[in-house]
C-alpha cells in the first residue's frame, strides 16, 4: 500500500528557477525522511535528509521543509540548474521500514 | 572507497527461469537490503540481511531469497521468473539493521524477462 504520496510527476523549470517537490505521509511513526536524486541508468543517491524534531534543514542549494503537524514534506532546490535534471525520490522510514514515493522527473531547461 | 557494486548490470532471462543477482556493500557497512523498482516508481522493500539472517522482508512471495555471506555480500535469488519481474533491482547497503538512517544504494541490476 501506498503510505508516501508524491507530487508533482514532472516538472519543468527554468535554469535559475526554484524547483519545489512535494509529499505526503500517513504514519506517523515515521522518523527519517530521506531525498534521493536517481540519474538514467544509475541508482538513487542520497541527496539530504531531516528528521521530525526540525522543520527546515538545507544544504547549498537543497532543503528540506518539514510541517509534522500536517505530515507533509518538501524539497527545494534553488537556483536550479540543468545538471539538476532528474528524478527525485521521497522516503519516509522508521526502525523497521521505509516507503518511497513514486518520484518526479525534473526537467531543467537552459 | 568503494561504494555499493551489483552485478551483472543488465540481463535477459525467458519466463521459468531462475536469476542470482549479486552485491558488494560499500566498506564498513553489515547491512544489505534489496529493493525492486519497475518502470516509472520508486523502488519497492523485498527484504534485508544482517549477521546473514533475513532480518526484514516486504510483501514478495518466497519466490524470492536471498543470502549473506561472512564478507556482507549478499546474493537475490528469483526463482520462476514472470514477466512482472521485469525491473531493476538496487541493493542497499547501510551500517546496521535500522532503516531510519543512510542506505547507500548500488547502480543496480536491470532484469528483463522475455
Known amino acids: 500500500q501506498q503510505q508516501v504520496k508524491q507530487s508533482p510527476q514532472s516538472l519543468i523549470v527554468q535554469k535559475g528557477g526554484i524547483s519545489i517537490i512535494n509529499c505526503a505521509y500517513e504514519n506517523t511513526a515515521f522518523d527519517y525522511f530521506p531525498w534521493y536524486q536517481q540519474f538514467p541508468g544509475k541508482g538513487p543517491a542520497l541527496l539530504i535528509a531531516i528528521r521530525p524534531d526540525v522543520s527546515e534543514k538545507k544544504e547549498g542549494r537543497f532543503t528540506i521543509s518539514f510541517n509534522k503537524s500536517a505530515k507533509q514534506f518538501s524539497l527545494h532546490i534553488m537556483d536550479s540548474q540543468p545538471g539538476d535534471s532528474a528524478t527525485y525520490f521521497c522516503a519516509a522510514s522508521l526502525l523497521n521500514d521505509m516507503r518511497f514515493g513514486a518520484g518526479t522527473r525534473l526537467t531543467v531547461k537552459p | 572507497d568503494a561504494g555499493v557494486t551489483q552485478s551483472p548490470t543488465h540481463l535477459i532471462k525467458t519466463r521459468g527461469q531462475q536469476v542470482t543477482l549479486r552485491c558488494s556493500p560499500k566498506s564498513g557497512h553489515d547491512t544489505v537490503s534489496w529493493y525492486q523498482q519497475a518502470l516509472g516508481q520508486g523502488p519497492q522493500f523485498i527484504f534485508q540481511?544482517?549477521?546473514?539472517?533475513?532480518?526484514q522482508r516486504g510483501n514478495f512471495p518466497d519466490r524470492f531469497s536471498g543470502h549473506q555471506f561472512p564478507n556482507y555480500s549478499s546474493e537475490l535469488n528469483v526463482n520462476a521468473l514472470l514477466l512482472g519481474d521485469s525491473a531493476l533491482y538496487l541493493c542497499?547497503?547501510?551500517?546496521?539493521?535500522?532503516?531510519?538512517?543512510?542506505?547507500?544504494f548500488g547502480d543496480g541490476t536491470r532484469l528483463s524477462i522475455l
Open positions: 540481511y544482517y549477521e546473514e539472517e533475513e532480518r
Open positions: 542497499a547497503s547501510s551500517s546496521g539493521q535500522r532503516f531510519n538512517q543512510p542506505q547507500h
